[in-house]
């Protein structure tokens, strides 16, 4: 199939109310309708795979869902006007008509119109046909793609990273830095992107609070407002801000009037990065369901495919992802459907938030890269800011000061008569000392790593007293009784 798709014209403001592009004319239609023995048909380019044409009576599937049925007519004709350089609205009967929607019996009993771009023949001559499958082999010698990232290693193009998140801990403005980083061709997060022009949506927050937000990502970046003509933001708080539709009674999601608005302003302004502000906002469907979660990933990465573009969709975890740190929501299917998905947290420890401005930036999904990764970043000044990495020096000074303070609390729980362990539970000796008021901000992770080093050295030993039926172990400092 060819890169493009088959919209254009002038946009009805109502729908979208973006401000008005420069229409690329180098993008090709998806299909063209022409009248072919007295009935409207579609002519598809699919490239290696040959010439077909749909036409009123085809059987027809759904790209989107596999779902079948019969093409019953075609709407919304348009050709290409050269001087222009764009669609513009025709008669049926025109000769070069590019229909835009078709109408469709589904085998369910259900008509529904969609968008022809979604549409292809049914039957096996259009997926196993000529070009469909091919040998290895034949790759010998062809130049291998790079993979393309808008952030190297963390957000992959082309394709839909779920970036979550609980209420409130700064991930719209994080993903605000992202689409200004992107607007200017600067850094985020102490990481390289690719430039380019950026979409932010928000669902959430109104245009005042989004003004509010890009002045200070501004004033933190060093420009003027003026400087982000190429970052695009659109508030659609208060407002219906679905992308997509339930087909009638099934669960079948179709796109809604919003999304096929926003893929044809995506279509000619040719963006790096779409950010989506949230998904509890802009999905219609049960979280919980699989399959919807599914199909809502599969219009977003349509959407990512045909702009080449990375989509960032923002998410609320679910209470059992925050109580587990895994931050996923609802069913697996959201997980399972990204390429990409990271989470963004608060730094707490035993419930306990020692700094209410720091936060961690966690890899939890890289289908392209490797999971695991961390980034702490601090809130300051209005916009999120990378924590300076400690240096060789700085860790050692680090270690050294929680093994001191490990070995001075060691010593005067011992002298209180008060027991501490390695092990665990109410008194397990990291988790104790963070808590104790002479801790010197200590932290229980540091205490821990000091513990085990302190252990392998020698400094102290791990005592057991009680009969065997009901032994305890506690720490004892090297030489103690």
Not at 212 to 228: C, F, H, K, N, P
Not at 232 to 241: I, K, N
Not at 408 to 426: I, M, P
Request: with cysteine; net charge neutral; glycine share 12%.
């Amino acid at each position: 199939m060819m890169d493009g798709y088959p919209y254009g014209g002038r946009r009805d403001p109502s729908t979208f109310d973006f401000p008005p592009v420069t229409p690329n004319p180098q993008k090709q239609a998806f299909a063209e309708y022409r009248a072919e023995r007295d009935r409207k048909t579609v002519d598809m380019d699919g490239g290696d795979e040959g010439q077909w044409c749909l036409a009123v009576g085809d059987r027809t599937q759904d790209d989107r869902t596999g779902k079948a049925g019969t093409v019953q007519g075609f709407a919304k004709p348009m050709l290409w006007d050269e001087r222009q350089m764009n669609y513009r609205a025709c008669a049926a009967e025109h000769p070069e008509a590019v229909f835009h929607e078709a109408k469709v019996k589904w085998d369910s009993g259900e008509v529904s119109t969609i968008p022809a771009l979604y549409l292809r023949a049914e039957g096996a001559e259009v997926q196993l046909g000529p070009g469909a499958f091919y040998s290895a082999a034949t790759l010998q010698g062809k130049p291998i793609s790079a993979r393309e990232w808008l952030v190297d290693d963390l957000i992959p193009s082309g394709t839909v990273t779920l970036l979550g998140g609980d209420g409130g801990t700064g991930k719209s403005l994080l993903s605000l830095q992202l689409a200004a980083a992107v607007a200017l061709d600067s850094r985020w997060i102490g990481r390289s992107v690719a430039g380019g022009k950026a979409v932010y949506i928000s669902a959430e927050d109104d245009n005042d609070e989004l003004h509010r937000r890009i002045a200070d990502v501004a004033r933190a970046e060093g420009v003027e407002l003026s400087e982000l003509s190429n970052l695009t933001m659109r508030s659609l708080a208060g407002l219906d801000a679905l992308l997509a539709m339930q087909d009638g009674p099934s669960s079948v999601l179709r796109p809604s009037a919003l999304f096929n608005a926003l893929d044809r302003f995506l279509g000619d302004l040719g963006p790096s990065l779409v950010v989506l502000d949230t998904l509890a906002d802009l999905f219609p469907g049960n979280e919980n369901d699989r399959a919807q979660a599914r199909q809502f990933i599969g219009l977003l990465r349509g959407l990512a495919i045909r702009h080449k573009c990375a989509v960032v969709l923002l998410a609320h975890p679910s209470l059992s992802g925050l109580n587990s740190g895994a931050g996923t929501s609802g069913s697996t299917g959201w997980n399972n459907s990204v390429r990409s998905r990271l989470y963004f947290e608060r730094v707490m420890q035993d419930n306990y938030e020692a700094n209410p401005d720091a936060r961690v930036l966690r890899t939890m999904k890289a289908n392209y890269g490797r999971t695991g990764g961390e980034i702490g970043l601090t809130w300051r000044g209005g916009v999120f800011v990378t924590d300076t990495p400690k240096t060789g020096l700085d860790r050692m000074a680090g270690n050294a000061k929680a093994e001191r303070v490990f070995l001075k609390l060691l010593g005067l729980f011992t002298e209180q008569g008060r027991r501490v362990n390695h092990a665990g539970g109410s008194t397990y000796a990291p988790k104790v000392f963070a808590e104790h008021p002479q801790s010197e901000g200590v932290t229980k992770r540091a205490f821990k790593t000091a513990m085990e080093s302190l252990l392998a050295d020698g400094r102290f030993t791990i005592a057991t007293e009680g009969p065997a039926s009901k032994t305890r172990q506690f720490l004892l400092l090297a030489g103690g009784a």
